[in-house]
């Protein structure tokens, strides 16, 4: 699932029959342009369907639930807004019967003081407390609003609706992701094995692919074809390349990322994992950092090293944030400041990671070892300083689960005298963070994006996947 912006909500406003109706058809003239105006669109039965359109009992509730059921595949979650005490078993039979599996957020109106007859009362703030009660009997996950109520005309209800949309981004795409892993797992990262069938469990496919199929194509593109052309002319624009290059290896770099590209296209692939090293440079010749950060750039991540899991926490920050993730090593201690580290990586670090334009050459230390000449399509440049998000899943095989941590930190700007991809990094706690790591057995690698998304991360994966999850602070 591409990175989607305008979600369909399914939208229920709550009554109860010994409440004015007005309150309902008030909420929805305020709740529909707001949609709208948030970039989104939405299912709501008809005002003359019920009472002023909204459900109250259990035959509002089989209504609302036909209407959502005949739209499932476009609605991305449900938002419930309560202008009144509203009827509980109405609200919880729609979510039942229309059984949706989606993201539910909650919502009450608070009562004005100088509005509290027995004409313009709500009682919204004892309703939703039994309307939450049903959704725990029924086992049903929802979303809590940042206050337990507010006006719905008001920008907390912007913000909430915002972030709820993000969960429902990573809810839904984990729910159904497919994520490509072109080659086999290098001998020597046993540390990244992950297990197929428990990621299944959560709707996390997992398609292969033989690096000799990519290498394969690769080889049969055609020198004088438009679309090398227009690779090639990509990866000019995309960094400065080193003068020391050969064009025959921009031209190998390009038909490698074409090779990938279409193969992610045609297998409709979320986000993958290329088998980096060392089969690819000595039987091909090139790196696959440079393609791994460019498909990064365009929201299809991609982690080195057949790193499965790794993939998979990338396209969560990236559900979450709409921003391009990277893949990083917790690498380096910074001095004796023990909340500092580096993490680093080879080189695929998308472009907007970096603080200025990123040069384009080989690998630094791979380059000694297998050759510059067969390394080329290293990103290398300085990360911008600013606040990141950082996620990690794992498949723990003898629990039968998966398990996650997530936390926040900080680029600096501290220098470091170290060639490749450098991110000298900030993380409050960090010796915690660190011991919960090693003592868990998780990777080395840890996903990271440019942006804050702790909060929703915590409440998707928590609330609604059902992994374990450690919120570092």
């Not at 929805?28 to 709501?44: A, F, M, N, Q, W």
């Not at 009362?121 to 959704?135: H, L, M, P, T």
């Amino acid at each position: 699932m591409a990175y989607k912006q305008r979600l369909t909500f399914g939208l229920i406003i709550g009554t109860r029959d010994i409440f004015s109706a007005k309150l309902g058809l008030a909420a929805r003239d305020i709740l529909l342009p707001k949609i709208e105006s948030l970039g989104h669109d939405y299912v709501i039965l008809p005002v003359d369907e019920t009472v002023s359109g909204s459900v109250d009992n259990y035959e509002d509730g089989k209504k609302c639930a036909k209407l959502f059921s005949e739209n499932r595949d476009k609605i991305d979650g449900i938002i419930i807004v309560l202008p009144n005490f509203s009827n509980e078993l109405g609200i919880v039979n729609a979510i039942k019967l229309a059984n949706l599996n989606v993201p539910i957020l909650v919502q009450a109106m608070d009562d004005d003081n100088d509005k509290v007859d027995v004409h313009s009362r709500r009682d919204a703030f004892c309703g939703k407390i039994s309307v939450c009660n049903n959704f725990y009997q029924y086992g049903i996950p929802f979303t809590d609003t940042t206050f337990h109520t507010y006006p719905l005309d008001s920008e907390l209800f912007d913000k909430d609706v915002e972030k709820f949309a993000s969960v429902c981004r990573v809810v839904n795409g984990m729910h159904n992701a497919r994520i490509g892993a072109i080659g086999a797992r290098p001998a020597a990262f046993q540390t990244v094995r992950a297990s197929e069938k428990i990621l299944q469990a959560s709707g996390i496919t997992v398609v292969t692919v033989d690096l000799s199929e990519i290498l394969g194509a690769a080889n049969k593109v055609n020198l004088q074809s438009a679309e090398l052309k227009w690779k090639l002319a990509e990866i000019k624009d995309y960094g400065k390349i080193a003068t020391t290059v050969h064009e025959d290896k921009i031209i190998r770099q390009a038909k490698f990322g074409l090779a990938v590209e279409n193969w992610i296209t045609a297998n409709d692939i979320d986000a993958s994992t290329i088998e980096c090293w060392d089969s690819l440079q000595n039987n091909y010749g090139c790196a696959s950092c440079l393609t791994m950060s460019m498909l990064g750039e365009k929201l299809m991540p991609s982690a080195c090293e057949v790193d499965i899991a790794g993939s998979v926490s990338m396209y969560a920050l990236m559900l979450a944030s709409g921003k391009a993730p990277a893949l990083l090593d917790w690498n380096n201690n910074f001095g004796t400041d023990r909340n500092k580290c580096v993490c680093t990586h080879c080189s695929n670090y998308p472009k907007s990671f970096m603080q200025n334009e990123l040069t384009i050459g080989s690998l630094d230390v791979l380059g000694t070892v297998l050759g510059q000449d067969n390394t080329f399509g290293a990103v290398k440049g300085a990360v911008a300083p600013g606040e990141f998000s950082y996620f990690r899943i794992s498949t723990d095989d003898p629990k039968g689960i998966i398990k996650s941590y997530v936390g926040e930190g900080t680029f600096t700007q501290d220098p470091y005298a170290m060639d490749g991809g450098i991110a000298v990094s900030h993380v409050d706690n960090l010796q915690q963070l660190l011991k919960y790591i090693c003592k868990n057995g998780y990777e080395h690698h840890v996903a990271m994006v440019r942006s804050n998304v702790v909060e929703i991360l915590e409440e998707a994966v928590d609330n609604y996947l059902g992994w374990s999850l450690y919120r570092h602070k």
